[in-house]
């Protein structure tokens, strides 16, 4: 009984042995479990976090790209306006090798001061027929002044150049009463010009007013005027204008004149003549000044008979003087002629007294009272003598046409002989005392 306890004991202990050995087993394998779950978990998170960083990565390197792209399109931008204007400064560059071939006929100059709708109105009729003869016609607006809305308006074309005239010098006029604005004028037409053919370097300069409008032929007439004031330095300066230039007065746009008067109002002058009368430019009333014949020393000037300008000039500095009576009914000339074909050879001075001498020949002579009558009734040219200047404003005065002298030479005259048409178109030739003797006719 005592060994069978005791073997009863004994398998007790073998089984207690084989339970906390079993139970040790069990720990140890929960321990490792425990374990490589805990590294199963870190090795989780720490893939979560290298994935986290690629995505980061990822992101920053799609930032990248997209700079990148537009950095390129910006580029590639830049790279076209950079060919664009490689191409722009190459066609300039060529363009500045042809006008060096071929210079300038003149350049181009609308005297302006305060007037800024005037000036837009000029401009308009300048750049409609310029702009196909730019090179040879470079067009410049000088400014008297500091008017914001003139400067503004002419800075706001780029087919032109601007030049201020900044003069703050007080004017001392000479006789009391005198406009100051003929003293500012004068200063400012000497600036201009000295500017122009001085620090430009042009050898002709075509001088407009802020007032004007030009013709379709303009700058073909002049073209055409420039070879004659090159030939010919009995010519002192080339003119778009004729006093007498209105409707009922004019017939013939192919037909040109020289005058012993200077026109003025659109006018075309040479670099050597300017050389000339710069250093003693009148202080003011430089028109009146250039007919003087202590200036222009029996030289002449070239005229149209039907204009190449129309003045709109209403106001002004001269106050729209003789403005509705001489200047609104002017014609401007609208026949497009073709200079170039045109034999202007008879202009020249040896060769315009001998035509001049002819035509006025033919005229008829017409005397006594009536002359107008007269006049009215004959088919062809007419001549009518006058005996000095009262004889002639009395009989411009029946005719209606300018009746004012300066210096002695009526408007338009030349060898004091003034023509115009009338009613059809038929000549009338005022002729002085002395223009047939001077022209070698006999008086009839």
Same mark, same amino acid.
């Given at each position: 009984?005592?060994k ?6 004994f ?15 069990i ?19 720490q ?8 995505i ?8 990248? *790209?997209?700079?990148?792209e ?19 400064l ?19 100059? *609308?005297?302006?001061?305060?007037r ?11 750049l ?14 000088s ?23 900044? !003069?703050?010098?007080p ?7 005198e ?11 000497k %600036?201009?010009?000295d ?11 075509? *001088? ?8 379709p !032929? ?16 009995? *010519? ?13 007065? =004019? ?15 659109? %006018? ?5 003549? %300017?050389d ?9 009333? %430089? ?31 001269s ?5 509705h ?9 609208? =026949? ?7 034999d ?28 107008v009558?007269k ?16 004889d002639?404003?009395?009989?411009a ?5 300018f ?13 004091g002989?003034?023509v ?6 038929r ?6 005392p002395?223009?047939?003797k ?7």
């Amino acid at each position: 009984m005592a060994k069978i306890f005791c073997d009863f004991r004994f398998l007790l202990f073998l089984a207690a042995v084989a339970f906390f050995y079993i139970q040790m087993r069990i720990f140890a394998t929960q321990s490792e479990y425990s374990d490589r779950l805990a590294a199963a978990v870190a090795s989780e998170n720490q893939c979560t976090n290298q994935l986290r960083s690629l995505i980061d990565q990822i992101s920053m390197q799609q930032e990248r *790209i997209v700079a990148l792209e537009e950095e390129r399109n910006r580029r590639e931008l830049e790279c076209i306006q950079l060919k664009n204007l490689v191409e722009d400064l190459k066609r300039k560059d060529l363009q500045r090798l042809i006008d060096k071939v071929q210079a300038p006929v003149a350049a181009v100059v *609308i005297m302006a001061c305060n007037r800024a709708d005037y000036l837009e109105r000029t401009i308009k009729s300048v750049l409609k027929y310029q702009t196909s003869v730019a090179s040879k016609y470079p067009l410049f607006v000088s400014q008297d002044g500091s008017d914001p809305h003139v400067k503004s308006l002419a800075l706001s074309y780029d087919q032109l150049t601007y030049m201020q005239h900044l !003069d703050y010098k007080p004017v001392e006029t000479e006789r009391p009463g005198e406009l100051i604005a003929y003293y500012k004028i004068s200063r400012h037409y000497k %600036w201009a010009l000295d500017e122009l053919f001085y620090k430009h370097s042009f050898s002709r300069v075509i *001088i407009l007013e802020d007032d004007m409008e030009i013709a379709p !032929d303009f700058f073909d007439y002049f073209e055409a005027a420039a070879a004659l004031l090159d030939k010919d330095k009995s *010519i002192m300066a080339v003119s778009s204008w004729n006093d007498n230039g209105q409707k009922q007065y =004019v017939h013939d746009p192919y037909m040109l004149y020289r005058s012993d008067f200077f026109p003025g109002l659109g %006018w075309m002058l040479a670099r050597s003549t %300017w050389d000339e009368l710069s250093p003693k430019w009148p202080k003011a009333y %430089w028109d009146d000044w250039l007919r003087s014949k202590e200036n222009h020393k029996g030289r002449q000037f070239i005229r149209p008979e039907v204009c190449r300008t129309y003045n709109f000039g209403e106001h002004g500095s001269s106050m729209g003087q003789f403005y509705h009576q001489y200047l609104a009914p002017i014609k401007l000339n609208d =026949v497009q002629v073709n200079w170039k074909s045109m034999d202007l050879s008879y202009l020249m001075e040896d060769n315009y007294v001998k035509h001049f001498a002819d035509v006025v020949r033919k005229a008829k002579p017409i005397h006594g009272n009536d002359i107008v009558l007269k006049v009215s009734n004959i088919v062809g040219d007419v001549r009518i003598k006058y005996e000095d200047q009262s004889d002639f404003e009395h009989i411009a005065r029946k005719f209606g046409i300018f009746e004012e002298w300066k210096d002695g030479v009526p408007r338009t005259a030349y060898k004091g002989i003034v023509v115009f048409r009338y009613q059809t178109s038929r000549r009338v030739f005022l002729v002085g005392p002395d223009s047939l003797k001077e022209l070698g006719v006999a008086d009839s």
